[in-house]
Structures are given as structure tokens and as C-alpha cells.
Nanobody, 114 residues
Framework: QVQLVESGGALVQAGGSLGLSCAASVNTFRLNVLGWYRQAPGKQRELVAYISPGGSPGYTDSVKGRFTISRDNAKHTVYLQMKGLKPEDTAVYYC????????WGQGTQVTVSS
């Protein structure tokens, strides 16, 4: 059974940096396009970054230039490095495939204070 465990969330000041990790217990990890999602209170969960099996990334406009996604297929882990954080980045962050076909983990809370 697939299990996703996100970690690294914290309370940071605007302009700060933070790194998130997501460990996946799934044999097909390396075959999937993986994504980081976030969900702010009262809003829908949105995809903010994705990375192909070969390591090619993509970002939504609101995080482009500030967030960096990476993956370690040997460790079954996907990372999200965030810098220049803004209060509007406050959300619970999750990882999954871009098809959203794995069970969601508990997420990790990122709070950016102004």
C-alpha cells in the first residue's frame, strides 16, 4: 500500500526559506511524474510544482523563480526548496503524482508571517 509522508513545514517570516521532503513507500516511484500541491484554508488544493522521472521540473507562475523541486529516485523522496516566501504561500503542502492517484498523506503545514 502506498504511503506518503511529508515533512519540513514550519512557521517562517516573509522572505525566509524552507525545505520540504516527501517520502513515498511505493515501488513505482521512479516511473511517475511527481508533484507538490498546497491547500490554503477555504481554497482548493493546487499543484505548484512537478518533476518528471528524468528530473525536468515545472512550476506554476506564482512560485516560479522561488521554489525548486527535485527528486531522489533511490530514496523514493521528492523535495521542495522554497525561498522568498510570502504570506500567500501559507498552506498545507502535499506530494502526489500529477494524476493524484496515490492516497494523500497528512501534509505539512507552512505558515509565513508578514
Amino acid at each position: 500500500q502506498v504511503q506518503l509522508v511529508e515533512s519540513g513545514g514550519a512557521l517562517v517570516q516573509a522572505g525566509g526559506s524552507l525545505g520540504l521532503s516527501c517520502a513515498a513507500s511505493v515501488n513505482t516511484f521512479r516511473l511517475n511524474v511527481l508533484g507538490w500541491y498546497r491547500q490554503a484554508p477555504g481554497k482548493q488544493r493546487e499543484l505548484v510544482a512537478y518533476i518528471s522521472p528524468g528530473g525536468s521540473p515545472g512550476y506554476t507562475d506564482s512560485v516560479k523563480g522561488r521554489f525548486t523541486i527535485s527528486r531522489d529516485n533511490a530514496k523514493h523522496t521528492v523535495y521542495l526548496q522554497m525561498k522568498g516566501l510570502k504570506p500567500e504561500d501559507t498552506a498545507v503542502y502535499y506530494c502526489n503524482t500529477v494524476a493524484r492517484n496515490w492516497p494523500w498523506g497528512q501534509g505539512t503545514q507552512v505558515t509565513v508571517s508578514s
